[in-house]
């Protein structure tokens, strides 16, 4: 075949191959949101969710996500950022740290079952956490981990040696080259990490069936003391986040407009998780420009 | 002016159990220029990058021998590498500003290795004075919050040498600073060089025997990871005593 021909032939199959990820990707996000947008309603996002009769909405389930999500990378984001830096920046090439990468590679093809019942057993009975958030946090850290982790070492090797040996041979210590130079060149790197890692969070269903629990009490939010079992605040309340009120409508839910629900709430998911990944973006930008920019 | 600043005696530097250095004994006079010369791999840029230890950052370097400066062995345990390093300024042959504005590449190196605060005004004049020392500071002075990358290679290797100046270094090793570069700017770069001799000891490796011969006070002229010969660069170039030294000079061969 002459090369020419080759050439061609390439390019036409690289493009039917994206043509076929774009198709079904918009089918997939079309079919959601075209189903699922006529149920949103003010209503809908503000009201409390019903067991029984029509009506009821995703209000606390919303909420507890969103809490659930910023929970998770409080505890997460810092563990992820320090092994990060330390597998970039400070392991040497040996079997231990080859140990450790395997280790965070087994972490994060679990399957999410086994990674929640056994969060179930060690901190929901046996540290006593209960059906929580916190317990809920704690078992989508085993998941966050890895991929967070990844990506920050990812983004941070990524930084060109240059820029390391520019900071060193400026007097500056390993560990102000890192934080002065190398962390802000990697951020927009590590906001792609939190925002994969987010998407997971937010998907998640299975894990948090053990752990944060499918109830969804009444809650206040105009109770700030976090302490307080009714305030939106508590860590320690049981938290049906949106993902298990999908999954849960759909097996068990035995009110009337139990699939308009589960269409309306599919759709909230995915507008919410597009938000906070232009969000981060934006957030991201703004961090480095003030990072990296002079003042 | 024969004040030794770095003296240098057996060096011999090690890549795992490979010796790329063979015992270079070399000294360094103060506010002179001082050229390396050899082919590629005459281990040149690797000697240059002992004197302010910049080789400690690849795994299994080890170097021997004796580095001196100030009569203070730099590889000596108690040393501060960071110290060192401050007084040991590096311009690299690719152009690595960081990916900061004009004003905090100069800024960077003095806002977080100092002990001290430094106030925004006196910030600005360091700035400014080190900007004016690398000759680049008429090309810059109406940009200086802009990204040091939107400038040309030359105007960024300026940046980096500014960068070094705002540390107030004693030494300025220059590892091929312009091979990178188009003529024109490599001309601004040397002219930069030649106006802050005075002020500072500068050690420039180069692949460019012209550029030697315009700038530099001393030469040596490295072949295999040995000194071959070492001398004012007159002599070297008009009358080199050894004779790969003049098959070099006269393109035999590198």
């Given at each position: 075949m002459n090369p020419k021909i080759a050439n061609k032939i390439a390019d036409a199959v690289i493009y039917i191959l994206v043509a076929i990820v774009v198709i079904i990707l918009a089918l997939l996000i079309g079919f959601i949101l075209i189903t699922g947008i006529p149920h949103i309603s003010w209503h809908f996002l503000t009201s409390v969710s019903q067991s029984f009769s029509?009506?009821?909405?995703i209000r606390d389930q919303l909420f507890n996500s969103i809490y659930l999500l910023i929970l998770t990378l409080i505890i997460s984001f810092p563990i992820a950022l320090g092994s990060g830096i330390y597998l970039a920046e400070?392991?040497?090439?040996n079997w231990f740290t080859s140990l450790i990468q395997t280790a965070i590679e087994v972490l994060s093809s679990l399957p999410s079952i086994i990674v929640g019942l056994f969060c179930y057993l060690l901190f929901v009975i046996e540290f006593q956490l209960g059906f929580s958030i916190l317990s809920g946090a704690i078992a989508l850290t085993f998941f966050n981990l890895p991929l967070l982790t990844r990506s920050i070492q990812e983004s941070l090797e990524s930084v060109p040696d240059l820029q390391r040996q520019a900071g060193a041979s400026l007097g500056l210590s390993r560990w102000k080259t890192i934080t002065g130079i190398i962390f802000p060149i990697a951020i927009p790197g590590i906001i792609t990490g939190i925002i994969l890692s987010a998407g997971r969070v937010f998907g998640e269903a299975a894990a948090l069936i053990?752990?944060?629990?499918?109830s969804a009490p009444a809650i206040s939010y105009?109770?700030?003391?976090?302490?307080?079992?009714?305030?939106?605040?508590?860590?320690m309340r049981p938290a049906e986040t949106l993902a298990v009120h999908i999954w849960k409508v759909n097996t068990e839910?035995?009110?009337?407009d139990a699939s308009q629900i589960s269409s309306g709430s599919s759709a909230v998911l995915i507008i919410v998780i597009l938000i906070f990944n232009l969000g981060a973006h934006y957030l991201g930008k703004h961090l480095y420009d003030k990072m990296t920019a002079s003042k | 002016m024969t004040d030794k600043v770095i003296t240098s005696e057996n060096v011999r530097l090690y890549y795992g159990e490979k010796e790329a250095l063979h015992g270079v004994n070399l000294d360094f006079k103060k506010n002179e220029i001082t050229a390396l010369i050899g082919?590629?791999?005459?281990?040149k840029s690797t000697y240059l990058r002992c004197l302010n230890r910049?080789?400690?950052?690849?795994?299994e370097v080890t170097v021997t021998g004796s580095i001196k400066m100030d009569k203070q062995?730099?590889?000596?345990?108690?040393?501060d590498i960071t110290e060192l390093r401050k007084r040991v300024g590096m311009v690299f042959q690719?152009?690595?500003?960081?990916?900061?504005?004009v004003y905090e590449n100069v800024a960077y190196g003095v806002k977080l290795a100092g002990r001290s605060k430094v106030s925004k005004a006196e910030m600005d004049k360091i700035v400014e004075d080190s900007l004016k020392k690398a000759a680049v500071w008429d090309e810059v002075k109406d940009n200086l919050?802009?990204?040091?990358?939107?400038?040309?290679g030359g105007q960024q290797q300026r940046i980096c040498i500014a960068r070094v100046l705002a540390v107030k270094p004693e030494i300025i090793l220059l590892?091929?600073?312009?091979?990178?570069?188009d003529p024109i700017s490599s001309y601004a770069i040397e002219n930069t060089l030649l106006s802050i001799k005075k002020d500072y000891t500068i050690i420039i490796v180069t692949h460019n025997m012209q550029q030697a011969s315009r700038i530099s006070d001393q030469t040596a002229f490295l072949l295999d990871g040995k000194l071959v010969e070492a001398g004012p660069t007159k002599e070297i170039f008009?009358?080199?005593?050894e004779k790969e030294t003049n098959d070099y000079l006269n393109g035999k061969f590198g």
């Amino acid at each position: 075949m002459n090369p020419k021909i080759a050439n061609k032939i390439a390019d036409a199959v690289i493009y039917i191959l994206v043509a076929i990820v774009v198709i079904i990707l918009a089918l997939l996000i079309g079919f959601i949101l075209i189903t699922g947008i006529p149920h949103i309603s003010w209503h809908f996002l503000t009201s409390v969710s019903q067991s029984f009769s029509a009506g009821g909405g995703i209000r606390d389930q919303l909420f507890n996500s969103i809490y659930l999500l910023i929970l998770t990378l409080i505890i997460s984001f810092p563990i992820a950022l320090g092994s990060g830096i330390y597998l970039a920046e400070y392991a040497p090439k040996n079997w231990f740290t080859s140990l450790i990468q395997t280790a965070i590679e087994v972490l994060s093809s679990l399957p999410s079952i086994i990674v929640g019942l056994f969060c179930y057993l060690l901190f929901v009975i046996e540290f006593q956490l209960g059906f929580s958030i916190l317990s809920g946090a704690i078992a989508l850290t085993f998941f966050n981990l890895p991929l967070l982790t990844r990506s920050i070492q990812e983004s941070l090797e990524s930084v060109p040696d240059l820029q390391r040996q520019a900071g060193a041979s400026l007097g500056l210590s390993r560990w102000k080259t890192i934080t002065g130079i190398i962390f802000p060149i990697a951020i927009p790197g590590i906001i792609t990490g939190i925002i994969l890692s987010a998407g997971r969070v937010f998907g998640e269903a299975a894990a948090l069936i053990y752990t944060a629990g499918e109830s969804a009490p009444a809650i206040s939010y105009s109770n700030f003391n976090p302490f307080n079992p009714a305030s939106f605040l508590n860590p320690m309340r049981p938290a049906e986040t949106l993902a298990v009120h999908i999954w849960k409508v759909n097996t068990e839910g035995v009110t009337p407009d139990a699939s308009q629900i589960s269409s309306g709430s599919s759709a909230v998911l995915i507008i919410v998780i597009l938000i906070f990944n232009l969000g981060a973006h934006y957030l991201g930008k703004h961090l480095y420009d003030k990072m990296t920019a002079s003042k | 002016m024969t004040d030794k600043v770095i003296t240098s005696e057996n060096v011999r530097l090690y890549y795992g159990e490979k010796e790329a250095l063979h015992g270079v004994n070399l000294d360094f006079k103060k506010n002179e220029i001082t050229a390396l010369i050899g082919p590629s791999g005459s281990g040149k840029s690797t000697y240059l990058r002992c004197l302010n230890r910049i080789n400690d950052l690849i795994p299994e370097v080890t170097v021997t021998g004796s580095i001196k400066m100030d009569k203070q062995d730099i590889y000596a345990p108690n040393v501060d590498i960071t110290e060192l390093r401050k007084r040991v300024g590096m311009v690299f042959q690719q152009p690595n500003p960081f990916p900061f504005s004009v004003y905090e590449n100069v800024a960077y190196g003095v806002k977080l290795a100092g002990r001290s605060k430094v106030s925004k005004a006196e910030m600005d004049k360091i700035v400014e004075d080190s900007l004016k020392k690398a000759a680049v500071w008429d090309e810059v002075k109406d940009n200086l919050n802009d990204s040091a990358l939107s400038f040309s290679g030359g105007q960024q290797q300026r940046i980096c040498i500014a960068r070094v100046l705002a540390v107030k270094p004693e030494i300025i090793l220059l590892d091929e600073p312009t091979s990178a570069l188009d003529p024109i700017s490599s001309y601004a770069i040397e002219n930069t060089l030649l106006s802050i001799k005075k002020d500072y000891t500068i050690i420039i490796v180069t692949h460019n025997m012209q550029q030697a011969s315009r700038i530099s006070d001393q030469t040596a002229f490295l072949l295999d990871g040995k000194l071959v010969e070492a001398g004012p660069t007159k002599e070297i170039f008009i009358n080199p005593k050894e004779k790969e030294t003049n098959d070099y000079l006269n393109g035999k061969f590198g």
